[in-house]
């Protein structure tokens, strides 16, 4: 089974979350229903960007990348060029 390294987008207030997962679908739903401490008060979400890769640590790997930019022009030079 895949993992992925995953972007997602408040649609309350344009804030951007960024996390690694092995079940996509499932994680946008626990956002979405408030059971993730730090996304919980800015819902609801949207899936905007994801990568998929064959391990777990390849995915952390990858969102540790992104994080450690601290940028929101990095994040959103990501989602320009993807298309889902």
Known sequence: ???????????LDGSYYI???QG?????????????????SKRPWKLIYYEEFSDRSSAMRREKEIKRHKSRTVIE???RTFRM
């Open 77 to 79: 030079d990501l989602v």
């Open 1 to 11: 089974m895949p993992f992925f390294f995953y972007i997602i987008q408040s649609e």
């Open 24 to 40: 996509l679908d499932e994680r946008l739903k626990r956002h979405n229903q408030g059971r993730s401490r730090y996304t919980k």
């Open 19 to 21: 996390g690694s997962t």
